[in-house]
């Protein structure tokens, strides 16, 4: 059973959660915790080996905590996510041959692309594929999406190098469902292009960072970045074909670390209990 | 304050230690824990916002904790250290350059060379340098080295590229105190000529590996290793020179895991409380 | 146009090949050498944009090295691959989906398993599959394989988590075509179970390396390898998942340069010109 | 000898360079080259095996390259540099250690700092230190500067965490002679306090990059950069503390590059011919 509590910090938390546990003979099979003393925020994230009584236990916690404690136990075990996708295969590609083979932590419920590029594959794995062309009519383009995806119901939408900004419109009604995987190590090259702007800048490595949208582009809370070297000798394209790798590599684990109950949020910025 | 545990695991071991704190008002300001589940093992390390009271809560401790339990609180602070070395200096003197700005951690006592090449560095750092000719008679040079590092008294001996083997009889009297520096990831390429070995065998990564020593050769409890990439276009003197860089950094990464009382060993192997 | 020379080293060897190519219009695209000084060898990869003429040029080149002077103009462009493999997915899916996107660089002729469990991932993507189960008659079994992949033709031999030692009389037929993925960073944990052996060990990292195969067992020259950071905290189960990211991209990487005509082979080591 | 080329480029430059340095019998030791396609430039850096002839030989290359074209043989062997400090010791250190050692590839001459706190490491190696303080009368701190440096000569003024920005006025006379380290991964999180803005941002990695100043603060063309991993439980002071190993070893390793003479500059980017 898996434990997750966020609320203001004061003394003797951990005392009184690992107290209460032991009372209720749940024995740790792991637990970590962060406390943000500036912001006086307390993170915990436990495992406990006995898979019945969460309900009860939830209350238990709640009544225990500071008030305005957000408590989960056992949060939703076997989640679901639809991807949005373009062109691009290399991301999809991952999390189709992970769902394929149960190790992903979810299950994929559609995929839904701009252009239609990416339905065969989908078709192979017997997954949903929807094209919804993305037109100059916005609004009439999300409230098409909005229909498929409330047809299946989610936990995560996951943009997997899908090549369109959402509006706030469309942002709002998700937050923190949203996940991103953007080809720079932000806060660098935001926006458009970003190998061609590294490119330019002639930076000595590229990177890729997967976060959650917000309404500010690529300003979300980073979830999981990375890099790998980079020379003069790439050319964009050659970026282009080095950074495919990353940004696999970067959204998968941001999707493990998701799926797994291991992040939280707050101010913009998240807390990862690995 | 600083509170190290190493005890057999049981239920509710967390549960007990963090109320203790708290029912004597001590807040805690990180906490790291281990459970070894095949050993059935735990391992912690806490900080702890009061400076007084170590000697009760030792004793508080030990009596709430499985017999057998490892209790330290407030290890030494202001450890002492001597180093051992030969001709290198690299990893020297990274050592004398953080002592002298007091980022090292501890205090270096002395350095022994076996060779005065680095006699003049010392002298620059007003640390104490004694060269002790490692000649055909071994016992008779550890003899000479006991009897200069008893003169001082230390916490840790590290071997700081110090290119003679101990012998056991040297060993076996200070056990995980003796901190060595191999220019190899472990348990490759163990004993002599690492980086020719490395060469012959066409590896495309070389590293380095600090760990405790043991009476069995370069076979201790790891504490760090790290590695570069490499390749075809290295000559053995190209590695040589590239892996002194991964040396220096990895043996002061271990001693500031040491020196910070993060590090546990048991069966061999270290636990690593970061 | 793709030329690699193999040859004796000696004065002016860039000279006399650049001089014949500005001499017949060839504009050098790219060019890679390198120069064993201790073994007198020379390597080159040089990208020329001319299309034709590859059979006069070859002839050219060879006159003008030094005698035995290994030249290949334009290797064969769309190689052919085989996939050898037992229960584990990752490798195998990473391959495959490379293939139907056309991203691999090779065509993958079939898959043999020694069990059946990766057969419907393979018939998702149109791709035939053998299982041959490897009992007691290792003769026999290798019989087989060679009957399957003798019907198919091809340029490598791809062990993607095959958990099988292939015969020497096996091993013998297909020098340097034959190329592995073992789970450590060879030569660490050579043999069975090197998760487990790492973990025992108690070692801060853990890798993979692809290498070709030869007759001694995990010694054959060694193409990429990779380590990702370890801690007490993963158990054997968890390296074990850790490590297939890495071995996936290891061998990805490894089958990259091979069929991209960089990699040269000499003294059971490799010379990469990237 | 070295041998460093930057002209337009033209088909058979290598064949016409190589055949030039064969018939003046000089071998090559290495030889790596770039051509940017986009700006039809060609970069080249030899080593051959004479020492002398130097002032012939660059005759005879300008002779042979596209007018315009920028040659160097046997650029500046014992470079001199100031470095230019305020009060954090990390960067400092490390290249008075190397000078001392004779690694660094180049002689410091004098430390020029805006606190007396560096003067004392300085003084034990016997390296002369000035103090500058810097008011509000910025012309009048440049002055002083320019009268310090110029005393001495020099071929590089490193910044080694000098935190004062220099006017244009002062930059513009020594043009890709100023080195910077710049305590984040450019171009993200340019100007003051880095690493704050990127405790604020949530980042998952910190890091470092040197490059040449000019008039744009932290745009001047990247030498080297690096990162290492952060996460939520590092606090500003944290990244401070373990940044500062990160930005020794990048502006090391940029200056072991400029140094050696393997940095090319266009296009506010560099070419490093490794």
């Known amino acids: 059973m898996i434990i997750v509590i ?10 009184a959660i690992s107290g209460l546990l032991a009372r209720q003979n749940y024995n740790i099979v792991s637990m970590q915790e962060h406390v943000d003393n500036n912001e006086k925020l307390f993170f915990m994230r436990l495992e406990v080996d006995k898979a019945n009584g969460a309900t009860e236990l939830e209350e238990l916690l709640v009544d225990l905590l500071p008030y305005g404690a957000v408590v989960k136990v056992n949060p939703v075990a076997q989640k679901k996510i639809i991807v949005l996708v373009t062109k691009e295969y290399h991301c999809l590609a991952d999390i189709l041959i992970r769902n394929y083979f149960n190790t992903l932590g979810a299950a994929v419920q559609c995929v839904i692309g701009n252009h239609a590029t990416l339905s065969d594959i989908c078709r192979r794995f017997d997954i949903p594929f929807y094209e919804v062309q993305a037109g100059n009519d916005k609004a009439g383009f999300e409230e098409k999406l909005i229909n498929i995806i409330q047809q299946y119901g ?5 943009l997997a190098k899908f090549m369109r900004i959402l509006s706030p419109d469309f942002v709002w009604r998700f937050p923190m469902q949203i996940i991103n995987i953007h080809h720079s190590f932000l806060p660098a090259f935001a926006g458009a292009s970003p190998y061609r702007q590294a490119y330019e800048r002639g930076v000595k490595l590229i990177g890729a960072t997967a976060h959650y949208v917000t309404n500010e582009l690529d300003e979300g809370p980073i979830i999981a970045q990375q890099i790998i070297p980079a020379n003069h000798s ?41």
């Open 6 to 15: 966020q609320c203001t910090d004061r003394v003797g938390l951990v005392a």
């Open 234 to 274: 790439l050319t964009v394209e050659d970026m282009v074909k080095a950074g495919k790798e990353i940004e696999t590599a970067v959204l998968a684990k941001a999707l493990k670390l998701v799926l797994d109950d291991r992040v939280f949020v707050y101010k913009n910025k998240t807390v990862v209990l690995e």
């Open 154 to 158: 989610f936990d995560y939408l996951v």
